[in-house]
C-alpha cells in the first residue's frame, strides 16, 4: 500500500517536531496504542490492537527513525508481527515545513503485509487507513492543543491522504507519527 497526505497545523515546527519525537504522546495519540518505548537511541517498542473489519488482532513490533533532519524530517522503518493475524513491514517519510504562524506536516508511507488481514479486500484496508490516519491527526491536534494553547491560534485544516492500492496493509500511525501518519500516523501498515 501507498499513501500520502499532509497537514497543516497551528503549532510553530518545532513544537510539531517535539511532539512527533514524544513517546508519550505518540503512544496517547496512535489508534489502539499499548505501548510505545524507546528501546535504544532512535528506536522504539510498539504494541497496538486493531481491527480491520473480521480481523482482529495485537501487533508488536519495530520502528526505527533514521536519516533524522531535526526540525524537518526523518524516515521511519517498522516491522510489526500479528501472530496468525499476519504482519506488516514498511517505511515512511515525515516531513515539515513552515507555514505562517504554524506548519505543514507531509507525510508518505509504503507497506506491505501478509496472512489473514492481507486477504482482506483492498478497499476494506484503504478505508480503514485513512479513518486511522484521521483519527491520529484528530488526537494529534487535540493534544498540541492541550499542551500548548497559545500556539493554536486557528483551526488546522483536515489531512489530505491519498492511499494507492498496491497490496499491502493500513499503514499504523506510526507514521503519523507516524504517520504517521505519523505520521503513525497509526495507520496500519
Known amino acids: 500500500m501507498e499513501m500520502t497526505g499532509s497537514r497543516a497545523l497551528a503549532q510553530p515546527q518545532q513544537i510539531v517536531w517535539d511532539a512527533l519525537n514524544n513517546a508519550e504522546i505518540l503512544k496517547a495519540c496512535i489508534p489502539g496504542c499499548e505501548k510505545f518505548e524507546l528501546t535504544e537511541p532512535n528506536t522504539y517498542a510498539v504494541g ?23 526540525p524537518s524530517s526523518y524516515q521511519l522503518q517498522f516491522d510489526a508481527q500479528g501472530g496468525v493475524a499476519g504482519f506488516g513491514k514498511g517505511s515512511s517519510r515525515v516531513e515539515l515545513k513552515p507555514a505562517g504562524a504554524g506548519c505543514e506536516l507531509h507525510y508518505t508511507v509504503s507497506s506491505t503485509v501478509g496472512g489473514k488481514i492481507a486477504q482482506l479486500g483492498q478497499r476494506l484496508i484503504d478505508g480503514a487507513a485513512k479513518s486511522l490516519a484521521e483519527d491520529f491527526f484528530r488526537r494529534f491536534e487535540e493534544e498540541l492543543q492541550k499542551r500548548h494553547p497559545a500556539a493554536a491560534q486557528a483551526p488546522a485544516a483536515p489531512a489530505t491522504a491519498e492511499p494507492a492500492s498496491s497490496g499491502g496493509l493500513p499503514t499504523w500511525v506510526w507514521v503519523a507519527i507516524a504517520a504517521a501518519v505519523a505520521l503513525g500516523l497509526v495507520i496500519l501498515r
Open 48 to 70: 497496538t490492537a486493531i481491527k480491520i473489519g473480521p480481523v482482529a488482532a495485537r501487533f508488536q513490533g519495530k520502528v526505527t527513525l533514521t536519516d533524522i533532519v531535526a
